[in-house]
């Protein structure tokens, strides 16, 4: 990408840092396959111990750890429950009905958190056909922050509410993590206080924590330890990893705490967006790096906005609609300034 384009696509974006490859250069190697890989026996022991969980385990990308989970939780046949817009649901080719063959029940949000009644409801739905006939819930699925939902964060009220019908039906309760150091940067909790609410969940290295490759799957040993066939079945077990994990563990020393610098460059973005003209902003104070908004009309849709945003350096893509702004650590507040004269540029010469 050259330097003079403003990287709002997507917080996957980022580029390992020159500390991070001097980290990475340096990493200590083993043949991960084996669990003989010293870097990263550290980021699983690190990655444990940041969310109170017992054991953890390295997965090349976070729609691993999706597959993996929903296999490890659930029998062929089972129930998902999951909001009709997560990850999991619409973003995964169909890996969990192709690997674990559930069925999915979905509950309608509207910025991908529900509550507890809302998913009573929905395990209502799947018993109401008695068994044989219907089918067991065998796991419900949040995700935190909902990226289709803005980066929308779930508040502790509402995921101790979800955990706790969950846990009335005995159904675990799997949390999709992707950004979950973003909702903790917002909420100003630790990641454990979330982690402490669901039975497992897992955190990307590639996203707002700018690591080239990775992701941490959590729960009880017993969990992982089923976790772990999955990962071998499914090709995720790899030589010497330790190389791609010195980069995440660099980025839990060096890029969490700038977090909230990014929720901060997003809510300039979004207040700058919502004084422009044409520029309809879908939440006007983002929650954590996400932007949603609208620039579509009689004469413009927004694909052919994000065209002309992209032609004059600055990428945005479309996402549930809208079109989606995502702050990172490639982003700076002097970017926003210029994305949003970009914008303002682009909407004025829409007529
Ligand atoms: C990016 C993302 C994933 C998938 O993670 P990869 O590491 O890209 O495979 C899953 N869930 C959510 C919410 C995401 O944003």
């Not at 929903?70 to 089972?78: A, E, L, N, S, Y």
């Not at 893509?317 to 914008?343: P, W, Y």
Request: charged fraction near 20%; charge should be negative.
């Amino acid at each position: 990408m050259p330097d003079n384009v403003i990287p709002l696509f997507s917080d996957t974006e980022t580029r390992p840092t020159p500390g991070m490859r001097a980290a990475i250069a340096a990493a200590e190697v083993g043949d991960e396959q084996k669990g003989e890989d010293p870097t990263v026996i550290r980021l699983q022991e690190r990655v444990a111990d940041l969310l109170g969980k017992e054991s953890a385990l390295w997965l090349p990308t976070g729609t691993m750890c999706n597959l993996v989970a929903v296999k490890t939780h659930t029998r062929p046949g089972d129930a998902l429950v999951a909001d009709g817009m997560a990850h999991v649901v619409r973003a995964e080719s169909g890996g969990a009905a192709l690997a674990s063959g559930v069925v999915t029940e979905t509950i309608r949000t509207e910025r991908g958190i529900f509550t507890a009644a809302e998913l009573q409801a929905a395990m209502d739905r799947v018993a109401a056909v008695p068994e044989p006939y219907g089918q067991p819930v065998g796991l419900v699925c949040v995700e935190q922050t909902h990226n289709f939902g803005g980066g929308a964060v779930w508040p502790l009220e509402a995921l101790d509410a979800v955990a706790a019908c969950a846990r009335s039906r005995g159904v675990p309760l799997h949390m999709d993590g992707a950004r979950l150091l973003n909702a903790c940067a917002a909420l100003g909790v630790s990641a454990a206080a979330v982690a402490a609410r669901v039975d497992s969940l897992w955190i990307d290295f590639t996203k707002g924590l700018g690591a080239p490759i990775g992701a941490v799957l959590a729960g009880t040993a017993a969990f992982i330890a089923g976790a772990r066939r999955y990962k071998q079945l499914f090709g995720g077990a790899m030589r010497q990893a330790g190389i791609a994990a010195a980069g995440c563990l660099y980025a839990l020393d060096h890029h969490v705490d700038r977090l909230a610098e990014d929720h901060e460059n997003a809510r300039r973005l979004a207040a700058g967006l919502a004084g422009i003209d044409g520029i309809e902003v879908r939440t006007a104070a983002p929650d954590t790096n996400m932007v949603f908004f609208d620039a579509s009309g009689p004469d413009l849709s927004n694909r052919e906005f994000i065209g002309r945003l992209a032609a004059s350096g600055v990428r945005l893509s479309g996402a549930g609609g809208a079109i989606r702004a995502v702050t990172h650590l490639d982003v700076s507040r002097a970017d926003v300034d210029r994305a949003l004269a970009a914008v303002r540029q682009a909407a004025a010469g829409r007529a």
